[in-house]
């Protein structure tokens, strides 16, 4: 079992920056792949971030790419999301989310775990 809570969500205007965190609890944290979604008043919950179980490997949705950054440190237990030139369109509440595969991964359906979730306001 994984326990999972985000927090570091907030209001900043358009261009600003932000840091979430994901504090993870379990024995085999480090074998777990992790994965950021989003998900949007009215829309589905999608895809941002996967960091492999080693931190070796990042993949990242087109959306966010170039402005967001994944990282994890296994020895703390901790996941971070790294938001950048923040867009009015990343207005979401972000989830962090545990992969048992360890690997990178972008269906929903394939992480076992969930957080919370914390809200992101972009204003413009």
């Known amino acids: 079992q994984v326990q999972l809570v985000e927090s570091g969500g907030g209001l900043v205007q358009a261009g600003g920056s932000l840091r979430l965190s994901c504090a993870a609890s379990g024995r085999r944290f480090s074998s777990y792949g992790m994965g950021w979604f989003r998900q949007a008043p009215g829309k589905e919950r999608e895809f941002v971030a996967a960091?492999?179980?080693?931190?070796?490997?990042?993949y990242y949705a087109d959306s966010v790419k170039g402005r967001f950054t994944i990282s994890r440190d296994n020895a703390e237990k901790m996941v971070w999301l790294q938001m950048n030139s923040l867009k009015p369109e990343d207005t979401a509440i972000y989830y962090c989310a545990s992969d048992p595969s360890g690997g990178l991964n972008v269906l929903i359906s394939l992480y076992d775990y969930w957080g919370q979730g914390t809200q992101v306001t972009v204003s413009s």
């Open positions: 960091i492999r179980w080693s931190g070796g490997s990042t």
